[in-house]
């Protein structure tokens, strides 16, 4: 089973960037569809980036098109999400998972520590 573990969170101010790391355990890690998940206090936990297999399809939250970009290593069982221009509304928990599917996108992992992204004004 895949277990991941987040990186790369921090404080930034708006119109920034930053470079988030998901570190997979598990043997099945190339073969599976990975997506980046986020939650911001008092709102639920929404996805906003997956990635498949190949590295090639995407899906993107509309929030986030043309700012955050996904992508991965399967030789590094790892997958980036690249956020650019930052706003305050982007500041929330990051969690990765592996998902069902580009399209249905259930998280099937366990959740992992998530890392903080905070967004300044």
């Known amino acids: 089973q895949v277990q991941p573990v987040e990186s790369g969170g921090g404080l930034v101010q708006a119109g920034g960037s930053l470079r988030l790391s998901c570190a997979a355990s598990?043997?099945?890690?190339?073969?599976?569809?990975m997506g980046w998940f986020r939650q911001a206090p008092g709102k639920e936990r929404e996805v906003v980036a997956a990635?498949?297999?190949?590295?090639?399809?995407?899906y993107y939250a509309d929030s986030v098109k043309g700012r955050f970009t996904i992508s991965r290593d399967n030789a590094k069982n790892t997958v980036y999400l690249q956020m650019n221009s930052l706003k305050p509304e982007d500041t929330a928990v990051y969690y990765c998972?592996?998902?069902?599917?580009?399209?249905?996108?259930?998280?099937?992992?366990?959740w992992g520590q998530g890392t903080q992204v905070t967004v300044s004004s």
């Open positions: 990635l498949g297999w190949s590295g090639v399809y995407t």
């Open positions: 998972a592996a998902i069902t599917g580009l399209q249905t996108r259930a998280p099937i992992t366990p």
């Open positions: 598990g043997r099945t890690f190339s073969n599976i569809v």
